[in-house]
């Protein structure tokens, strides 16, 4: 996934304010043509035709004169002290804002130390302190930078249970005391994403970089990806059970483009994906289940394009396609039970051109001008 740099720079350049006699120059002429143009309505109101001629200066006219000129200075040092609090106001913000910055990144460095613990115990601690300085992050680019570090953790080197050496218990328990850590991440992320966007600690669409992870289980049902970029390239789902299940994909993009789906279970059962883009392209179903069972596709699009099915078993039983685009152009049933039945296209189109070794079964159902 390709980061935007202007997203990402969480340096804050220096408080920028204009000279402050520029400042009061423009607030004095700002004063006086609003002080004109009100008097011209006044005038204009009134309907007054000239002013009377005054032959002789009276005492009454004289002090007038003096009541207005104190009023002028009195006014003009309201407006400087306005301008001067303003100012100060800026710069106690800006104060403020730079000492929750640096009492973040001392708490962020201590959290990254942690999570280069030997002991799990102390890398568990650095994963929960890292979600926490998310949270309490003073801007939205130093969240980020603290997402981006628990998504750098999980694209760490990683062995699957299924490649471990037979009757090694020392890698078997650094690799429970790994898999505890990783699961972990997976689970803080997932609660995040559970929260409505309204919610201060919400982390919808923020981006969520998974390039090439290793998930040998892991709970995410009922996450919300809303928004930003979330990205499963080339993932690997090799066992364990990873739960997507009532997760919705809303706006934004989500690419699991080249993701390898070799086994284990991967359940997007009651899914919804409506809006954004679902990116399977060039996916690898080689093994295991995938389970769409329920999900509903409706509206965005949905792309399987080339995708292999060469194993194990994919069920989209009870799947509902309305509107949008769901497209298996060119993918490859070949080896694997794909499972169509009570699919229900409802609008929309569903794509199969190109596809090779799938017979479209007699269950599913077209309604409403779909096509398939």
């Not at 989500?254 to 994906?273: E, K, L, M, P, Y």
Request: aromatic share 10%; hydrophobic share 40%.
């Amino acid at each position: 996934m390709t980061s935007n740099p202007a997203r990402r720079r969480a340096q804050r350049v220096g408080l920028r304010m204009w000279p402050v006699g520029a400042v009061l120059t423009l607030a004095f002429t700002a004063a006086i043509a609003v002080a004109a143009a009100v008097f011209a309505a006044g005038w204009d109101l009134l309907g007054a035709q000239s002013l009377q001629p005054e032959r002789r200066l009276t005492s009454s006219t004289l002090f007038d004169l003096v009541k207005l000129s104190f009023g002028a200075v009195a006014g003009a040092g309201a407006l400087v002290a306005l301008v001067v609090a303003y100012r100060r106001q800026r710069v106690d913000e800006d104060g403020a804002l730079r000492e929750a910055t640096r009492l973040h990144t001392e708490r962020f460095t201590t959290a990254v130390s942690q999570l280069g613990d030997d002991s799990a115990a102390v890398r568990l601690g650095g994963v929960h302190a890292l979600a926490g300085l998310a949270d309490d992050a003073p801007s939205r680019d130093l969240r980020q930078t603290c997402i981006d570090v628990l998504c750098a953790y999980l694209r760490l080197p990683y062995t699957a249970e299924t490649d471990l050496p037979d009757d090694d218990d020392a890698a078997r328990h650094a690799y429970l005391s790994l898999r505890e850590v990783r699961h972990t991440v997976i689970r803080l992320i997932r609660d995040h994403l559970r929260l409505s966007s309204e919610h201060p600690h919400s982390w919808q669409g923020q981006d969520l970089d998974f390039t090439g992870v290793v998930f040998d289980g892991g709970d995410i049902s009922g996450a919300v990806f809303s928004g930003g970029q979330v990205d499963f390239h080339g993932a690997r789902f090799s066992g364990g059970r990873v739960d997507f299940g009532d997760a919705v994909f809303s706006g934004g993009q989500v690419n699991f483009h080249g993701a390898r789906f070799s086994g284990g279970w991967v359940d997007f059962g009651g899914a919804v994906f409506s809006g954004g883009r679902v990116d399977f392209h060039g996916a690898r179903f080689s093994g295991g289940r995938v389970d769409f069972e329920g999900a509903v596709f409706g509206g965005g699009r949905v792309d399987f394009n080339g995708a292999r099915f060469n194993d194990g078993q994919v069920e989209f039983h009870a799947a509902r396609f309305n509107d949008g685009r769901v497209d298996f152009r060119g993918a490859r049933f070949n080896g694997a039970r794909v499972d169509f039945e009570g699919a229900v296209f409802n609008g929309g189109q569903v794509d199969f051109t190109g596809a090779s070794g799938v017979a479209l079964p007699q269950h599913m159902v077209l309604s409403g001008g779909g096509t398939a």
